[in-house]
């Protein structure tokens, strides 16, 4: 796996992983490639351009779910960032190469190092990915693309309560007893539309974006999560 959006530098590397015979899936973002390795997906490492991809905040994710060796290369190396990367789950942060045959060469070292761990199981996390948004329960982290929302306690668990229910339909009180665990009253529905307003406030971080709300309003009925309406 590839992530990296300056497509002449990945293609210029995808013709020489050719020759070895080894095919390279590229990615533009970190969402899009969590997303693939949720699936049935087969690779060997993951490369990540980081001058051209903004890693970062969704790297220790991407670790969450994978045993594979993470490996970024970047022209701009510093300790700080080298450090950073390795706290968030890279294997390897390293300076480009003067080739990309030299790149290709350090790349097969470090993946046949960590071969051995790439097979081990790993923990079901369940982390999921709708269209831009991911959300990793363990972490209880939730991002839009790779911007990390700054969410209360009750608006995560209210955001997880209908992801983890796709297309079912809650009404205030079944999310008010679940969340608040509480007794349900005139109140606490004015509590539940207000988490709801905050909610799709932060989900919808691109005002001028065309895309539905995440949260819909099911009239007479409550509401539901439903991305793909």
């Known amino acids: 796996m590839n992530i990296d959006s300056d497509i002449d530098i990945a293609y210029t590397h995808a013709a020489i992983w050719a020759e070895r015979e080894i095919g390279l899936d ?56 080298e450090l950073e990367a390795i706290g968030n789950g890279a294997d390897i942060y390293a300076r480009w190469h003067n080739s990309p045959e030299d790149n290709i060469a350090s790349v097969l070292a470090h993946v046949t190092h960590f071969a051995v761990r790439s097979q081990m199981p790993i923990q079901d996390l369940n982390v999921m990915v ?49 969340v608040w665990n ?7 529905r004015e509590v539940i539309r207000t988490a709801i307003k905050r909610l799709r406030q932060k989900l919808r971080i691109d005002t001028q974006s065309p895309e539905p709300d995440y949260i819909k309003n099911i009239r007479d009925g409550g509401y539901s999560f439903d991305p793909y309406d």
């Not at 899009?32 to 890693?55: H, R």
């Open 182 to 188: 509480l007794r349900f009253d005139n109140n606490a």
């Open 26 to 81: 590229r990615f533009d973002t970190m969402t899009e490639g969590i997303e693939k390795l949720l699936t049935d997906a087969k690779y060997f490492f993951i490369a990540i351009n980081g001058d051209s991809v903004d890693f970062m905040p969704l790297l220790s994710t991407m670790r969450s779910i994978t045993k594979l060796p993470i490996l970024i290369v970047t022209s701009n190396f510093t300790t700080e960032k």
């Open 130 to 178: 709708y269209k831009k948004l991911l959300i990793a329960p363990l972490q209880r982290n939730v991002f839009i693309e790779n911007h990390k929302l700054d969410l209360t306690v009750k608006e995560f668990d209210v955001l997880y309560m209908l992801m983890s229910n796709l297309g079912c339909v809650f009404s205030s009180e079944q999310i008010y007893k679940e």
